[in-house]
T-cell receptor, first 115, second 112 residues
Framework: AQSVTQLDSQVPVFEEAPVELRCNYS??????LFWYVQYPNQGLQLLLK??????LVKGINGFEAEFNKSQTSFHLRKPSVHISDTAEYFC?????????????FGTGTRLLVSP | KAGVTQTPRYLIKTRGQQVTLSCSPI?????VSWYQQTPGQGLQFLFE???????NKGNFPGRFSGRQFSNSRSEMNVSTLELGDSALYLC???????????FGSGTRLTVV
């Protein structure tokens, strides 16, 4: 079965500093990978996705992620964070099940940006 | 274009009651999935509908059910509510169930 591990439950960082949120997955087959962000009392917003092709994926709000097949990782990075980036971030893998891509989520990483 | 719309946003119910949540997907999207989010269990897949047919179901008891109408709008029903059903219920839609989903803002259900 596929699974996703987000190693850090919380990451504190100062404004304008770089940040990396870690995500590792396990799967015996090819998967698609996603990062979603959730602001308080909101649903999930797609930041970026890896389906195929270039392993470096650029998303919205200045975020990017790199797919590393050998390390089964899909870490999310931003070179300079803002206060407004404070939110919960979820890594997810989609599993092909009879044509339907079911999302399996990690437990989330809370990014806390302080001035 | 309009996003995924979930109604109501907030709901308070009493144990033993039943509840129906509604989800209107993005226009043209035929796949609708439902997820439950709780602090203890995180985000868990409930079920997915495509063209009015349930294609997949997660590991939830039969009290949780859903349906999809011909216009792709979907409803989720929970019968005989338990305190543990308190959660944020998220609906997501996509064109065909692949390559990423757009989520709604969710319905926060509180069971007292």
């Amino acid at each position: 079965a596929q699974s996703v591990t987000q190693l850090d439950s919380q990451v504190p960082v100062f404004e304008e500093a770089p940040v990396e949120l870690r995500c590792n997955y396990s799967s015996s087959v090819s998967v698609y990978l996603f990062w979603y962000v959730q602001y308080p009392n909101q649903g999930l917003q797609l930041l970026l996705k890896y389906l195929s092709g270039s392993t470096l994926v650029k998303g919205i709000n200045g975020f990017e992620a790199e797919f590393n097949k050998s390390q089964t990782s899909f870490h999310l990075r931003k070179p300079s964070v803002h206060i407004s980036d404070t939110a919960e971030y979820f890594c997810a893998v989609s599993v092909d099940n009879t044509g339907f891509q079911k999302l399996v989520f990690g437990t989330g990483t809370r990014l806390l940006v302080s001035p | 274009k309009a996003g995924v719309t979930q109604t109501p946003r907030y709901l308070i119910k009493t144990r033993g009651q039943q509840v129906t949540l509604s989800c209107s997907p993005i226009s043209g999207h035929r796949s609708v999935s439902w997820y439950q989010q709780t602090p203890g269990q995180g985000l868990q897949f409930l079920f997915e509908y495509f063209s009015e047919t349930q294609r997949n179901k997660g590991n939830f008891p039969g009290r949780f059910s859903g349906r999809q109408f011909s216009n792709s709008r979907s409803e989720m029903n929970v019968s005989t509510l338990e305190l543990g059903d308190s959660a944020l219920y998220l609906c997501a839609s996509s064109l065909d169930g692949a390559y990423g989903y757009t989520f709604g803002s969710g319905t926060r259900l509180t069971v007292v």
